[in-house]
């Protein structure tokens, strides 16, 4: 009786190192993408936390990740899994600081984006350590 329950503890031991372990390769494997993106992209970036998308709906949890800036695009590329923004500066239609979006008051100001593709409007907020400062950039000509 004793083996019997040795082994059943064997296995349910074997099978949560297992699970740990994928999840632990799952993270990585996204970490390692994201850094790799950041990479590609350059220009100035800084932590940030996706607040919500307008088109993504009411529902949405927030998700850290790094916001990029260059002379061609603004991107928030998430940490982990998640919805990664990226916009055209061309696209940008507005760039301002607020403190709602879709219904929620946040206690910090945030970063709101506004844009327009392919006929389609869309914003997000995201908050950063600075939003005045980014509006600025974003505000003046790239390159600039």
Same mark, same amino acid.
């Given at each position: 009786?004793?083996?019997?329950?040795?082994?059943?503890?064997?296995?349910?031991?074997? !099978?949560?190192?297992?699970?740990?372990?994928?999840?632990?390769?799952? +993270?990585?494997?996204?970490?390692?993408?994201?850094?790799?993106?950041?990479?590609?992209?350059?220009?100035?970036?800084?932590?940030?936390?996706?607040?919500?998308?307008?088109?993504?709906?009411?529902?949405?949890?927030?998700?850290?990740?790094?916001?990029?800036?260059?002379?061609?695009?603004?991107?928030?590329?998430?940490?982990?899994?998640?919805?990664?923004?990226?916009?055209?500066?061309?696209?940008?239609?507005?760039?301002?600081?607020?403190?709602?979006?879709?219904?929620?008051? +946040?206690?910090?100001?945030?970063? !709101?984006?506004?844009?327009?593709?392919?006929?389609?409007?869309?914003?997000?907020?995201?908050?950063?350590?600075?939003?005045?400062?980014?509006?600025?950039?974003?505000?003046?000509?790239?390159?600039?």
């Amino acid at each position: 009786m004793l083996e019997l329950v040795l082994t059943v503890l064997a296995a349910v031991l074997v !099978l949560v190192l297992a699970v740990v372990a994928l999840g632990a390769w799952r +993270f990585l494997r996204a970490t390692r993408g994201a850094r790799r993106h950041l990479r590609e992209l350059g220009g100035h970036r800084e932590v940030a936390v996706l607040l919500g998308r307008a088109s993504a709906g009411r529902d949405q949890k927030p998700a850290v990740g790094t916001l990029v800036r260059t002379d061609e695009v603004v991107a928030l590329v998430p940490a982990t899994n998640g919805p990664e923004v990226q916009v055209a500066r061309e696209s940008l239609t507005g760039a301002s600081v607020t403190s709602t979006f879709l219904g929620r008051t +946040f206690a910090e100001p945030a970063l !709101l984006l506004t844009w327009e593709e392919n006929g389609l409007g869309d914003a997000a907020a995201m908050r950063v350590e600075d939003p005045q400062s980014w509006v600025t950039a974003l505000t003046t000509a790239p390159g600039s």
